[in-house]
């Protein structure tokens, strides 16, 4: 009977975000690349497979083949190295992919990478490339955008639940806050609840502070074993479960638009695989491409009843030290959303929390167990990741 | 055999730009014009609307009132404007595919300015009426053409109606029609110009009077029929004033124009205009009743019509809305919309 | 949107024309957009098109201000889900209506519209947009 391995993350890195005009692919993948090799005191010559996440590299900057170009210019060869794509989720599922190398015993040491180049083409193009994410035929095609399909989700959950507009603009507040702490991440300045409600309509009721931005960036980890981990490193970060889920691809077919599915069903997945509780989680990265999808996830994940989250905003519970912490590095809004690698970006913020490695003002003290949420396009992919610090 | 109008529909968009807006624009007397014209606002197509769009919603109004007919039994289909979508690939066509029709029809576009539809119509009641096919329609559509800052900016409004023409439950049966046509270049588009060009006062007597009146007068004569004998008469609507003075030179009261005269409310739909003029009286007239109709396209000619209202149409009438319901919904819009609607504005 | 892929504009044409589904005669469930087998009856069920009435309520709606250039000379403009009559959701735009006047539950009907066109010499793509329901036109009749 095949038992699979415990997995630990040896070491993890982020590139900093932003509109990195100096840097392409090869170069952003180099800078978290290098770096997550160094920190686990490996050369390329060890890690033994890699999977890359990367929503577009071909509409991006016509660069497709991002798996054997990664192994390339992080001199990995021959290794075999593949991308992996599931829109946003695609960081997520690569870190997920990496994982079951480890975990059935076929590979030691692998590296997940993540990586998005944005901003060669203009903002309309971008956001062309980005409608790829839901269903073309029946939603792009009719005049859909991104943004509109969360503002269909938020105008709904608004309606139904009776939230104050208010409490979407305190998720941007709160992202901000901690971003302005991240030296890392796109965005370094605070905003106020005033600016984010009267910013400019993006899709009603979404302004601009409600939506995050189009982004370069990268990030990896490397996992191995957990009983080789320590060779590398003195804290090994255990995945105590990373699942996956799906849902429909478009949101006129889902069974309810104020709750992803696919989230619900990776969430539980994942609290039934490592045993934890949900009041086990001390912090937690979360899928905030919307504000709103904050607030849903939240939900969805089962730390509180449908149409509760806000509550946890009004108590500011969600600031770095409070009950709940949420998106310590600035979330997708402020810390950046470089489409393909912000699963992974995700997991390093959650390696480098556990660690007490971050900046001060948002280091959750004494966090011990994270969780980090990845969804792909409007919620037809879901990965929920649970890790805890093992020292 | 006997063959006539089985199922009509109308289609005028909703928004609308009065003389005023258009008079501030270019620094000239609304009132004067309004008067001069007799035409006080035009309705204007969104801008996602087209002659295509115009052409399907009249189309499917049209086979609500022809209840219970078979869609594969209507073997022809033409559309008549002159703001089609594409110079090449027929309106028709689109129509045809919207409102299932397709694929065993024959489907082809016309052009003869404004009486495009009309011309349609005649084809359909020779097919039908040769046997060929059991049911024809033919729709009229535009969205209209005119220069900024010409009078033709008044007047040029979006609109259409559709007919099915057959020989089975037939509400409004044609008793003849007649068609003038000669060379005369009194309006006119080339192939590429975005605006039509005019004539000014050579459009009036040699042009449309000429057609309108020899046209209606030869159709009344082969018929034996007088002016009296109608009890309604739509002509071309240019304008408010054009089809009065016509009326009145053949001998029509004015009380039998007014039902149809459209124009005053809407402007002049072009290809469109005299079928949502004949389309508004369907929605009154009652068993009996005979209508004459002649249109004009320049270029130039007229096709007249007499119809005899049958007992069917009153109840198949009420199956969608009349034209009066289209033009009360009218919301106007300033000038700058107009001109975005109209795609006025040139962008690099 | 690619620009010349006239295949991927005609393939659902018929669809985004009539507004299209499928009905399994099995269960009697509706869906959109079309699907080969039904998800309630899987090999079960028969599978046959229908053509929707049309009708529904708006289940949410959006406007958006911000758009790619294909759509950009529209905006700001309504996008809804509308919920059918016959039960399945259809995601479009609302329009002969003031955005601000959207509401969760308002009625409306189909109709004909143009979606976009490619570009200035393109193919242009028409499908089904909704409008506020309005019976009104019945009253004229009444005299």
């Given at each position: 009977m095949f038992k699979k391995r415990d997995v630990a993350i040896i070491s993890a890195a982020t590139a900093k975000c932003g509109e990195r005009w100096e840097s392409g692919i090869k170069d952003l993948v180099w800078e978290a690349g290098v770096k997550a090799l160094d920190d686990a005191g490996i050369s390329g010559k060890d890690v033994e497979y890699m999977v890359v996440g990367n929503m577009s590299g071909g509409m991006f900057v016509g660069q497709e083949h991002i798996g054997a170009l990664v192994a390339d210019f992080l001199g990995l060869n021959p290794i075999p190295s593949l991308r992996?794509?599931?829109?946003?989720?695609?960081?997520?599922?690569?870190?997920?992919?990496?994982?079951?190398?480890?975990?059935?015993?076929?590979?030691?040491?692998?590296a997940v990478g993540g990586v998005e180049k944005m901003t060669d083409v203009d903002t309309d193009q971008a956001t062309s490339v980005l409608s790829g994410a839901m269903d073309f035929e029946w939603e792009a095609y009719f005049g859909a955008t991104f943004p509109g399909l969360y503002a269909l989700m938020a105008t709904r959950y608004l309606h139904d639940f009776n939230v104050r507009r208010e409490i979407l603009a305190k998720v941007a507040v709160k992202n901000h806050y901690h971003g302005s702490l991240n030296p890392l991440a796109h965005f370094r300045n605070r905003i106020t609840e005033e600016e984010a409600l009267t910013a400019p309509m993006v899709a009603y009721p979404l302004r601009k502070y409600d939506c995050s931005p189009i982004s370069d960036g990268a990030a990896a980890a490397i996992l191995a074993p957990l009983e080789i981990a320590k060779k590398y490193t003195d804290t090994p970060i255990l995945v105590e479960a990373c699942v996956p889920a799906t849902d429909t691809l478009s949101l006129l077919k889902r069974r309810d638009i104020c709750t992803v599915d696919a989230t619900v069903n990776a969430a539980r997945k994942a609290f039934q695989l490592s045993g934890r509780e949900r009041r086990d989680i001390d912090v937690m990265e979360v899928h905030d491409c919307f504000t709103i999808a904050e607030l849903l996830a939240i939900e969805d994940m089962g730390f509180c009843k449908k149409g509760e989250a806000g509550k946890l905003y009004e108590e500011g519970q969600t600031y770095a030290d409070g009950s709940l912490p949420v998106n310590t590095d600035g979330g997708l809004k402020a810390a950046g959303h470089p489409v393909g690698a912000t699963g992974v970006k995700q997991i390093s913020e959650l390696v480098k929390q556990l660690r007490g490695q971050a900046e001060k003002g948002r280091q959750v003290s004494g966090a011990e167990v994270g969780l980090a949420h990845n969804v792909g396009g409007s919620g037809a992919t879901a990965v929920v990741t649970i890790l805890s610090r093992r020292s | 055999?006997?063959?006539?109008?089985?199922?009509?529909?109308?289609?005028?968009?909703?928004?609308?730009?009065?003389?005023?807006?258009?008079?501030?624009?270019?620094?000239?007397?609304?009132?004067?014009?309004?008067?001069?014209?007799?035409?006080?606002?035009?309705?204007?197509?969104?801008?996602?609307?087209?002659?295509?769009?115009i052409a399907v919603e009249a189309a499917r109004n049209a086979i609500r009132r022809a209840k219970g007919i078979k869609l594969g039994e209507i073997g022809a289909i033409y559309v008549g404007s002159e703001s089609h979508p594409y110079a090449v690939k027929p309106t028709a066509v689109t129509v045809a595919e919207a409102v299932g029709l397709t694929p065993h029809v024959t489907a082809a576009d016309t052009e003869f300015a404004c009486k495009a539809g009309t011309a349609g119509i005649q084809a359909c009641l020779g097919l039908v009426r040769g046997g060929y096919m059991k049911y024809g329609m033919a729709i009229g559509a535009d969205t209209s053409q005119s220069a900024p800052g010409d009078a033709l900016e008044?007047?040029?409004?979006?609109?259409?109606?559709?007919?099915?023409?057959?020989?089975?439950?037939?509400?409004?049966?044609?008793?003849g029609t007649h068609s003038y046509t000669q060379d005369v270049p009194d309006f006119w588009r080339r192939e590429g110009s975005a605006f039509p060009r005019h004539a000014g006062r050579f459009t009036g007597e040699p042009a449309y009077f000429e057609h309108v009146l020899k046209c209606s007068e030869s159709l009344m004569e082969e018929l034996g029929t007088k002016a009296e004998d109608y009890d309604y008469a739509v002509f071309h609507m240019p304008n408010g004033k054009f089809p009065l003075k016509a009326a009145s030179i053949l001998g029509f009261d004015v009380k039998k124009v007014l039902p149809g005269l459209v124009v005053q409310r809407i402007g002049n739909t072009y290809s469109g205009s005299s079928m949502l003029g004949l389309a508004a009286v369907l929605d009154q007239a009652k068993e009996g009743d005979r209508i004459f109709m002649t249109s004009y396209g320049s270029g130039a000619g007229s096709d007249s019509f007499s119809f005899v209202v049958t007992d069917l149409l009153r109840e198949r009438a009420e199956l969608a809305p009349p034209v009066e319901y289209y033009i009360q919904r009218g919301s106007r819009v300033p000038y700058s919309v107009y001109a975005k609607y109209k795609k006025l504005y040139r962008s690099g | 949107m690619s620009t010349s892929a006239a295949p991927a504009h005609w393939r659902r044409m018929r669809e985004r024309y009539r507004l299209t589904g499928s009905k399994c005669e099995t269960c009697g469930r509706t869906y959109f957009p079309s699907t080969r087998v039904c998800p309630n009856c899987r090999r079960k069920g028969k599978v046959v098109p229908i053509e929707f009435s049309g009708r529904g309520k708006v289940y949410s709606y959006t406007v958006i201000h911000s758009a790619p250039k294909m759509m950009s000379q529209f905006t700001p403009y309504a996008v809804a889900l509308v919920q059918l009559d016959e039960g399945p959701k259809v995601l479009s735009q609302?329009?002969?209506?003031?955005?601000?006047?959207?509401?969760?539950?308002?009625?409306?009907?189909?109709?004909?519209?143009?979606?976009?066109?490619?570009?200035?010499?393109?193919?242009?793509?028409?499908g089904f947009k909704f409008r506020p329901l309005d019976d009104s036109w019945r009253k004229y009749y009444r005299k």
């Open positions: 992996v794509e599931a829109a946003c989720a695609s960081g997520g599922i690569a870190f997920s992919q990496g994982y079951m190398a480890v975990a059935s015993g076929l590979y030691d040491i692998v | 055999m006997k063959v006539g109008i089985v199922g009509y529909g109308a289609y005028v968009p909703k928004w609308r730009i009065g003389a005023e807006a258009i008079a501030e624009i270019w620094g000239q007397d609304a009132d004067q014009i309004k008067s001069g014209l007799g035409v006080k606002e035009k309705s204007v197509p969104s801008l996602d609307e087209d002659t295509a769009t008044y007047t040029a409004a979006a609109g259409g109606a559709a007919y099915i023409i057959g020989a089975k439950e037939i509400l409004a049966e044609v008793e | 609302v329009v002969d209506c003031d955005p601000d006047k959207l509401e969760i539950g308002m009625e409306v009907e189909a109709c004909f519209r143009k979606l976009f066109e490619q570009d200035e010499g393109g193919i242009i793509s028409y």
